[in-house]
């Protein structure tokens, strides 16, 4: 069993990673997050795999629980997923002491920490993540939200979880399309912060891709842990926490672009290539160290280049209005020489474009 603990202070909270850990959920919560009630929230394709189960499971300790359950997908990431949410929640009762638990990948995530920090002005959750994207990334550190027709995640919230509990077996029904979707993002921490994880998802690709156990929980493990650090010194993106953000810039205006048909570690993996080509248009990167993260991530089955359908102003639009941006200023994660990375406001219409023109 792997544990990492995200250290806020009186905030502080930990990331349990264990095969299996799922069906001893209920006792485990019973014991160490005790509740009025349990208030399960998740899609309607994880409910039916697993969200009845853990239903019964927790009534059958004797808990008050219910599940609430939405449409599967981006196009729920909104505003009036979560009003129907908090409605349905008062509806059942659920008080200050209650406590909601996001069961689902990021979608769901994203939604559940955002109706806990808002219903009855804030009541606590528990954070289950069923998709490897889920696992290594969203899960962790606090960011909830939703998206808006002017972007993605405009609207939401620090609010950190109480627990994540992440159980590595439930990847084994993952379809393989969201499993490499993961990998996008498990790919980046060996960018930003770590060469030798880097070298290690370089050397283990076949392990990794065939979802054999240790490899598996060694790469949440080392995810959640850089994740942790990286939380723990900066936890609302003052500084440091930008880092994580590498290939989300571009990446977020490609996947909007798109109206969300491309799945978000598809669409960060594009945006990576692109910082990338931006750092060596600004002899920050060897062409050579470029070509290599291009490689990896096409090995691991994942897009590298901006599908040509795609309207480039509608791209550049989206860019715009990036809530990364402060002012007229525009952030960009871009990796360097070294093997760290550099957060830079001086990217240029000009570097911008020829990214986009590939």
């Not at 209920?26 to 929230?41: D, G, K, M, T």
């Not at 010194?233 to 672009?257: K, P, Q, Y």
Request: net charge negative; with cysteine.
């Amino acid at each position: 069993m792997g544990i990492v603990q995200v250290g806020l202070g009186d905030r502080s909270y930990p990331i349990l990673v264990e095969h299996g850990r799922l069906r001893r959920l209920p006792a485990e919560l019973a014991q160490r997050y005790p509740a009025s009630s349990y208030c399960l929230v998740a899609d309607d394709t994880v409910a039916a795999r697993y969200g009845r189960e853990l239903l019964d499971g927790l009534r059958g300790c004797d808990l008050a629980a219910e599940l609430l359950t939405f449409p599967a997908g981006e196009q729920s990431k909104t505003i009036e997923t979560v009003g129907w949410l908090a409605s349905a929640a008062a509806r059942l009762g659920l008080d200050r002491r209650s406590m909601f638990i996001a069961l689902g990948g990021g979608v769901t995530g994203d939604l559940a920490g955002f109706l806990a920090s808002a219903y009855l002005r804030g009541v606590p959750f528990i954070q289950i993540p069923t998709s490897l994207l889920a696992q290594v990334d969203s899960s962790v550190g606090g960011k909830t939200g939703v998206d808006l027709p002017e972007g993605k995640n405009l609207f939401g919230s620090f609010y950190q979880p109480q627990a994540v509990f992440i159980d590595p077996q439930v990847l084994a029904t993952l379809p393989q399309q969201h499993y490499c979707n993961g990998l996008a993002e498990v790919i980046k921490y060996g960018v930003i912060r770590e060469p030798s994880f880097l070298a290690f998802l370089e050397r283990d690709r076949e392990r990794v891709l065939a979802r054999d156990e240790p490899a598996v929980e060694q790469v949440i493990t080392t995810c959640c842990r850089i994740k942790a650090e990286v939380v723990a010194a900066d936890e609302r993106e003052g500084g440091l926490r930008r880092i994580l953000n590498f290939g989300h810039t571009i990446g977020h205006a490609v996947e909007a672009a798109s109206r969300f048909e491309l799945l978000h570690g598809f669409a960060v993996a594009i945006g990576m290539v692109a910082a990338a080509r931006i750092s060596v248009r600004r002899s920050l990167l060897g062409a050579n160290k470029a070509e290599r993260l291009q490689q990896l991530l096409d090995r691991y089955g994942l897009p590298t280049e901006i599908p040509p359908h795609l309207d480039r102003g509608t791209i550049k639009s989206y860019l715009l209005s990036d809530k990364k941006r402060v002012g007229s200023s525009l952030f960009f994660v871009l990796p360097l020489d070294d093997g760290t990375v550099a957060i830079t406001d001086q990217v240029t219409t000009d570097d911008i474009d020829a990214v986009l023109a590939g």
